[in-house]
């Protein structure tokens, strides 16, 4: 199994996190998957931001919540481009072959209704494969599921699993993202956020499913490299 790439919010190691032009750059350098997150306006309108408060990576401050749309709209990521819609990196992504993970942002902030508007939004995007949807918060998880047992869903977690293949059953779960590989888990496990090239080289030798890194060309570059020593030499 070839361990798949995922830029964390697109490539922060370039451009700014969650920003269009970084999802445009990752796409045009043969990435395999973007992990990316949202949070809902007052009026709720899926936007594409990792903190429920603008004041880390916009010109604005307060609560995503707290903002209408169009009021969110006078708001800048600090290479100029507006908060992203989901509908707006749904349209870009389109019908190119990459992977989505999508994170329900409700560890810390509810959001009602968010799961029924996501799903819909995604069901009626003309992608090319199955996104994937991951969250802290297990009950999220748990009411998308009722709204659609056949998406693709995956815990996110910091800590150690004492059998992770039994939670995974227990709660119809697709496989974990983790901080920390398990490697005696017989699980789907992506490891988040992997940026030291020491900790690429031995999850790609341990092939877990993914890893979610912030420099995603670094981890191409290092994937290549262990696939080539790994081939069999060429016999004359």
């Known amino acids: 199994m070839t361990t798949l790439i995922f830029g964390h919010r697109g490539v922060p190691a370039k451009l700014p996190e969650n920003s269009l032009a970084g999802f445009a750059y990752a796409i045009a350098h043969d990435i395999d998957g973007l992990e990316f997150d949202v949070q809902l306006t007052a009026d709720g309108i899926p936007v594409v931001m990792h903190d429920e408060r603008l004041n880390r990576t916009t010109d604005g401050h307060g609560l995503i919540s707290s903002y209408r749309y169009d009021d969110l709209r006078r708001f800048c990521l600090s290479n100029g481009e507006r908060i992203p819609t989901l509908q707006a990196l749904l349209k870009l992504v389109g019908h190119h072959d990459v992977i989505l993970n999508f994170e329900f942002k409700t560890n810390r902030v509810r959001y009602p209704g968010v799961e029924k508007r996501v799903l819909d939004i995604i069901k009626r995007a003309p992608l090319k494969n199955p996104v994937i949807f991951s969250s802290f918060n297990l009950a999220t998880i748990q009411r998308a599921q009722q709204i659609d047992p056949r998406q693709c869903y995956c815990l996110l977690a910091n800590h150690h699993f004492k059998d992770p293949s039994q939670f995974i059953k227990q709660h119809h779960l697709d496989g974990l993202h983790l901080k920390h590989h398990q490697p005696e888990a017989e699980a789907v496990e992506r490891i988040w956020t992997v940026n030291r090239t020491v900790d690429m080289r031995r ?34």
């Open 203 to 236: 999850l790609f030798v341990e092939r877990v499913a993914g890893i979610i890194t912030d420099d995603f060309e670094r981890a191409q570059l290092i994937r290549a490299e262990q696939h080539h020593l790994t081939q069999p030499a060429l016999s004359i």
